[in-house]
């Protein structure tokens, strides 16, 4: 029984362990990134069917414009 309490203290232990240093590397990985303020300034571009404004890479490109959604690419290209 006492050895049993041991083997789960030591797996609660390691656990704690192990999450503990998945987040400190984690935090460390996402540090020297920085996505958002390394690449700049990204161009932001229009959708060109309800106005809102993305970052060009997350536009949809489509006949007539860019899109943010296909919701909205299929809407504006079946009125072309
Ligand atoms: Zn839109």
Redesign the pocket.
Known sequence: MGRLLIVLLLAVAVLLWWKHRQRGKRSEEAAPHRPRESTGPEAMMR??????HLPSSQVLPGRGGV???H??RERFEARQ
Request: contains cysteine.
């Open positions: 959708c060109a069917e309800c106005g809102v899109f943010c959604c919701e909205h």
